[in-house]
């Protein structure tokens, strides 16, 4: 019997190629990009999973509540909070810190020199807590010892080659490091992404007073709960240990626990957190939304054509039930049907992956392929889509079919086919719906990129090259550095500061008051500190409002700062010039008095608000000049090989490390250029996959309509009119729609644009070019087969049976 209805059903797939082809064609596109899709979910979020304790694993996050107006989330805490934890609370059952290193780390290997980030300093029972994978060397004893490190299978394979790195020998600034330990590179889905772990065990009495300092924050702390323990339980009893450790600064921090499994997809509001990347919960949604809807397109498209074709298979219905088939034996012949056809498209969509997956992973930043491994992870998965598809794509037109009289399907004729048309109406209609949404959303999101990029961020950030000072005689000598690379061909202008725009180090903050502040109430003000020499202004193309900017470097006063236009607000300086300031920064006060004011400029990304900004001069007392900027005229690599020989005459220990700002800020929006690339190709599919359904029913319903068009040709029809008759049922099918999708559009895309301080406002041109792209697709799509259709001979249509 089963052997008889796949030979049924290869039969009546063969008899309909086009239909067939049509159909095969669109599964395949919605299970290879729904599939791609949900293996991309999985991996997000799977992040950290890998570990066999991170049920119970948090991560201790603290939140700045020193200044009420801006409170902040940060990935640090004090050193010695994590072992306070493990002694004072039984729900603890371990814990772990790690202290990251800011910029590059210079080191010698058989004495030769190279740099390096990704450096961390940890306890040594970091390998209790995450699992990390051994290649070489005891994880029980691999940070016992003072300067011992652990390091990647890639990074030892980079310095040793095939060699055994056990027991190698590293130099860091005159210090002999030993190499205990190499893991295997972590894998993509961990939230730590580190090359070298130092171990945290030293002889250094400095090293020894920070690791017991409550009033510094430096350390990322996780901690291990016992199995039976809660986190809320914990929650509720840190106020009093932090009222008990801190004294009077209590009031002034809280913490709070995040699970390393949320650490991934829920950090964008943590600052200093040890994630090297993170992902948004938002395009979560987006992109599992897509997947479905590219599948619900392509099962509409199945149930569309099958059931349009139910009129012509009527005879077969009725021929069977005249022989004796029951209603349950044609429902499994006709499902039999769409699971060949769904089988079918599953293997060819595999296929189409391998193809697709090298494309896409330059889209995602991943590294997915089809292997053994990956079929046997995500075969299961595939294997209940592929059935779930074809149950659901097989269903209504099986029991469609399946309940056709035996004398009206001898006739030719179908009961019940005034509800089948308006099924296939209403599915057309959902389905150019949600190609609407697609296409809504990829305008939005391209126009908002666009938006971005053209934006007066306040600031020239165009052939602007940042150079990193890793060396102190370089900072204690930087004028005459400055003056060589003045001299370097190609080389415009030259500046020196602690911080940039698009900073990729740690911000510098400061809490600062005014007078005028206080008496409006206002304790404090949070503020971010950066230091400017005086060609700061000149080689940024800053705008100063009002006041003066410093003067040259000999004769600039340490005390004297600018404020920006933000600042000037939270401060509620009326008349700012000359105002006098007290400012906080890791437990030291300063005054300061304010000599300038500069307009507003994007010092972080646009997905946040300008935040207020003390400027200080070089000199100042509170961050060190850490950059050269250099803007570059004529021939960029030339003057970057000039920079570089400068680099190497002053700084003989540290390579030049240097970026181009324009491409550091443009980082801030990888997701969102990410998102926009998946988008353009969902739409496009979407699309096509839609208008493989419409030309599909286009066809059947000129067939179905073929004697019609004769006699209305015969009576004096141009073939104007007729290519309207056939068309307008479909246009107006996506006018529904239109009118349907556009709220959706809005809503889904008004959530998007919240996540952005800046951004493009919804027009109403925008919803009504997403309507016109559908409407002229869709005729676009009809109109080969009604044109051909109206300049028909009537007389070949009228001789038909």
């Keep these: 019997m089963i052997r008889n209805y796949f030979k049924v059903a290869f039969r009546a797939l ?76 039984p729900e603890v059952e371990d814990m772990v810190r790690l202290y990251q290193y800011m910029g590059q780390v210079v080191f010698e290997v058989n004495g030769e020199k190279f740099q390096e980030r990704n450096w961390f300093t940890t306890d040594s029972n970091f390998f209790d807590v995450f699992d990390f994978e051994f290649v070489a060397g005891d994880k029980s004893k691999a940070l016992l010892n003072p300067y011992s490190l652990v390091i990647t299978e890639s990074t030892k394979v980079k310095y040793f080659g095939n060699e055994n790195a056990i027991g190698k020998v590293l130099q860091i600034d005159g210090e002999p490091v030993t190499i205990t330990g190499v893991i295997k590179d972590h894998p993509d889905n961990s939230h730590l992404q580190f090359e070298f772990l130092f171990s945290s065990i030293r002889n250094d009495d400095e090293w020894t007073t920070y690791l017991n300092s409550w009033d510094r924050f430096g350390a990322y702390t996780y901690i291990v709960l016992n199995p039976n323990a809660s986190i809320d339980d914990l929650r509720t009893k840190m106020p009093a240990m932090l009222q008990k450790k801190l004294g009077s600064y209590a009031n002034l921090f809280s913490t709070d626990f995040q699970s390393i499994e949320d650490i991934y997809l829920h950090s964008g509001d943590i600052e200093a957190g040890t994630e090297s990347s993170h992902g948004q919960m938002s395009y979560i949604y987006i992109f599992s939304s897509m997947g479905i809807f590219l599948l619900i397109i392509a099962c509409i498209n199945y149930i569309n054509l099958s059931t349009s074709k139910a009129l012509a298979r009527s005879k077969e219905v009725g021929v069977r039930k005249v022989v004796g088939a029951h209603k349950i034996q044609l429902v499994f012949q006709f499902l039999t049907e769409s699971f060949l056809v769904t089988f079918i498209s599953m293997f060819l969509a595999i296929g189409a992956m391998d193809l697709l997956f090298p494309y896409f992973n330059q889209i995602t930043g991943k590294s997915f392929d089809i292997t053994l491994s990956t079929l046997q992870f995500y075969g299961l998965p595939l294997l209940v889509i592929t059935l779930i598809i074809g149950l659901v794509s097989g269903s209504y037109p099986a029991f469609y079919m399946a309940k056709l009289r035996p004398v009206s399907s001898l006739k030719g004729k179908g009961q019940g086919d005034g509800s089948a048309m308006r099924l296939r109406r209403g599915l057309v209609v959902f389905q150019f719906a949600l190609t609407i949404v697609m296409i809504f959303s990829t305008i939005v999101i391209g126009r908002q990129l666009n938006f971005i990029q053209n934006k007066d961020i306040g600031f020239d950030d165009e052939r602007l090259v940042v150079i990193d000072i890793n060396n102190g005689n370089v900072r204690r000598n930087f004028q005459t550095m400055k003056d060589e690379y003045a001299k370097v061909p190609g080389v415009q202008r030259v500046a020196v500061s602690s911080r940039v725009p698009g900073e990729w180090k740690r911000r510098a903050e400061a809490y600062v008051k005014s007078p005028e502040s206080s008496a409006a109430g206002i304790d404090s003000v949070r503020t971010y500190f950066m230091g400017f020499d005086e060609d700061m202004l000149s080689t940024y193309e800053l705008s100063l409002k009002s006041g003066r900017f410093f003067p040259s470097n000999s004769l600039v006063d340490s005390t004297t700062v600018l404020l920006n236009e933000s600042a000037v607000q939270a401060l509620n300086l009326t008349d700012p010039v000359g105002a006098s300031l007290q400012l906080e920064n890791d437990g030291e006060k300063f005054n300061m008095t304010v000599i300038g004011v500069l307009k507003d400029f994007n010092f972080q990304s646009l997905h946040e608000k300008v935040a207020p900004i003390v400027i200080g001069s070089w000199n100042n007392p509170v961050q060190s000049i850490d950059y050269f900027s250099l803007k570059l005229q004529g021939d960029v690599q030339r003057a970057i090989q000039g920079a570089t020989e400068v680099h190497n005459r002053f700084d003989e220990f540290s390579p030049i490390e240097y970026h181009f700002l324009d ?18 190709m969902g739409g496009a599919l979407s699309i096509f996959v839609a208008c493989l359904g419409l030309f599909g029913l286009a066809t059947y319903n000129i067939e179905r309509r073929t004697k019609e068009l004769g006699i209305r040709k015969v009576l004096g029809a141009s073939s104007a009119n007729l290519f309207v008759l056939l068309s307008s049922a479909f246009t107006k099918q996506v006018a ?48 080969y087969r009604s044109i051909k259709a109206a300049h028909g001979n009537p007389l070949d249509a009228l001789k038909q049976d």
């Design 663 to 680: 491409q550091q800020l443009n980082m801030f929006y990888e997701a969102e250029q990410r998102a926009g690339m998946i988008f353009r």
């Design 736 to 783: 529904i729609a239109f009118i349907i999708a556009s709220p959706v559009a809005y809503y889904v895309m008004n959530e998007w644009l919240k996540g952005f301080e800046y951004k493009i406002t919804l027009d109403v041109w925008i919803f009504l070019a997403s309507g016109m792209v559908a409407f002229f697709i869709a005729l676009a799509t009809v109109s």
């Design 14 to 89: 063969n008899r309909n190629r086009t239909f067939t082809l049509v159909n095969i064609l669109g599964l395949v596109i919605g299970i290879s990009f729904s599939c791609m899709l949900y293996i991309y979910v999985s991996n997000e979020l799977s992040y950290d999973t890998f570990h066999s304790k991170s049920d119970r694993t948090y991560r201790i996050i603290t939140n700045d509540l020193r200044d009420p107006n801006n409170s902040r989330q940060y990935g640090l805490t004090t050193p010695p909070m994590g072992k306070a934890l493990l002694d004072d609370f």
